[in-house]
């Protein structure tokens, strides 16, 4: 069963199953990337999702640039850069158009062009992470929208120029609690189905400029962001594991590889979509 999956795969990545071993598939899996240059935004520690992805698309060849918001996540950040490939580092925070244009031309100015974006940015004040979403107040409300949603828009629109025409691509991070309402998510909830609607739009705008655009929802990750979700984040995953078809924890490194395919040549035809890396637990009833 081993060699059949190992030969699909070499199959998939383009190679001949009968003239390959599994050393020539890691050799070409850490090669899939090789000359490409990727912006991972979002790191903040090694419990990142972002960071899951940052090391995955590394292992695959790729050179990054990796964004903080500010000098306290930089320090973070700056420590962590060391286990990768030569990173470029800049601080900038979305919520300010300036300092992403700012961010843009130091990438075209450095490297010069973009070949794919992990967009991992999510925001909103812990009180509006508590109670019922009816009582979200009305700035709290546009914090989370723009952090989290608009952003994407923004920073494709600035990307635009270093990625057209390079058949580049731009994943996100999205949740189940999008659709379907989960304990204390709230206007985060509202948030992600706004995220998620702009994946499908920024795909039919960046379509025809040969960039895919594609989210992952990814099941419960204990993470710096989703230790403010009220309830317990140790809770959600608990339940998590108990209850998905695959009875586990979802992992940074499981999101990563499937980020590494969603801007890799191997998702070439996907653009628009939500993958789910939960474990199943989406395909649940009650």
């Given at each position: 069963m081993d060699r059949i999956l190992i030969a699909m795969l070499m199959w998939r990545a383009g190679l001949r199953a009968n003239s390959g071993t599994v050393q020539n598939y890691q050799t070409t899996m850490t090669q899939l990337l090789e000359g490409k240059t990727g912006l991972i935004m979002g790191v903040a520690n090694k419990r990142s999702i972002a960071w899951g992805i940052a090391n995955s698309v590394n292992k695959a060849g790729a050179r990054l640039v990796l964004t903080y918001q500010n000098e306290r996540l930089g320090e973070n950040v700056h420590e962590l850069a060391p286990q990768l490939n030569n990173p470029l580092l800049a601080q900038c925070d979305v919520a300010s158009d300036e300092q992403i244009q700012a961010l843009m031309t130091r990438i075209r100015e450095e490297v010069g062009h973009l070949d794919f974006i992990a967009h991992v940015l999510a925001f909103a004040p812990r009180e509006a992470l508590e109670g019922m979403y009816a009582d979200t107040r009305r700035e709290a409300f546009h914090i989370a929208l723009d952090i989290s949603a608009y952003s994407l828009a923004a920073v494709a629109r600035a990307a635009l120029p270093l990625m057209k025409e390079r058949q580049a691509a731009i994943v996100t991070l999205t949740y189940l609690g999008s659709e379907r309402v989960v304990q204390s998510y709230n206007v985060m909830g509202v948030a992600k189905a706004a995220l998620e609607a702009s994946v499908r739009?920024?795909?039919?705008?960046?379509?025809?400029?040969?960039?895919?655009?594609?989210?992952?929802?990814?099941?419960?990750?204990?993470?710096?962001?989703?230790?403010?979700?009220?309830?317990?984040?140790?809770?959600?995953?608990?339940?998590?594991?108990?209850?998905?078809?695959?009875?586990?924890?979802?992992?940074?490194?499981?999101?990563?590889?499937?980020?590494?395919?969603?801007?890799?040549?191997?998702?070439?035809?996907?653009?628009?979509?939500?993958?789910?890396?939960?474990?199943?637990?989406?395909?649940?009833?009650?």
């Open positions: 739009y920024l795909a039919s705008d960046l379509g025809p400029h040969g960039i895919r655009v594609n989210a992952i929802s990814a099941g419960p990750i204990k993470t710096l962001a989703s230790s403010a979700v009220g309830g317990g984040i140790s809770t959600m995953i608990k339940l998590h594991a108990e209850r998905a078809p695959l009875r586990k924890q979802v992992d940074i490194d499981e999101v990563g590889d499937a980020a590494l395919f969603l801007v890799s040549p191997l998702s070439r035809g996907i653009s628009g979509e939500v993958i789910y890396v939960d474990g199943g637990y989406h395909i649940l009833g009650v």
